[in-house]
């Protein structure tokens, strides 16, 4: 009897704890936005290498824009300057739309409509101008780090979203 009492009277909170849990484990603007990305790049038939080469950027990108912010890790090149309480959710929006838009310009409509709808749920406001800026701003140093001379790469924009039959 007893062990049934216990039972019944944990059940109930497995439950909701179960329920807490389920709510938390959602994904988070940087993933919905590798999602997007994905489709984006899929979308325009790329192929595997550059497909990745793309993605890498826009990742690195989107890490750039959301490290300006939080802070949380040190800077991998040069410093991006983000104003204090920019929206991380704006700035992923704006360094994924700058970065595809370089890389995948076939499919500007795309990205503009994923852009557009993930800035219309956010307040208008000095944190989403913010977060746009260093959205922009983030977005625009990778492609050009991957096509300077003085890159590791040496590949050209072209290149970039092309197969070739170098290691990607």
């Keep these: 009897m007893n062990h049934s009492k216990a039972h019944q009277q944990t059940a109930p909170l497995v439950v909701m704890a179960s329920l807490l849990v389920g709510q938390m484990a ?52 040069p410093l991006l300057e983000a104003a204090p309480g920019a929206s991380v959710d704006a700035a992923v929006a704006a360094a994924n739309r700058a970065t595809l838009a370089q890389l995948v310009p076939s499919q500007q409509m795309a ?14 406001g000095p944190a989403k101008t913010a977060g746009i800026a260093a959205g922009e701003q983030a977005g625009s140093r990778p492609a050009e780090w991957c096509t300077s001379r003085e890159s590791w790469s040496g590949w050209t924009r072209a290149q970039l979203t092309t197969a070739d039959s170098r290691a990607g």
């Design 26 to 77: 959602h994904a988070d603007v940087v993933t919905d936005w590798n999602v997007k990305a994905g489709e984006i790049v899929v979308a325009a038939k790329l192929g595997t290498p550059p497909a990745n080469r793309v993605l890498a950027i826009v990742q690195t990108a989107v890490y750039e824009a959301t490290n300006a912010i939080t802070k949380r890790y040190p800077e991998s090149g």
């Design 111 to 124: 990205i503009d409509a994923a852009y557009q709808a993930a800035l219309a749920i956010l307040t208008d």
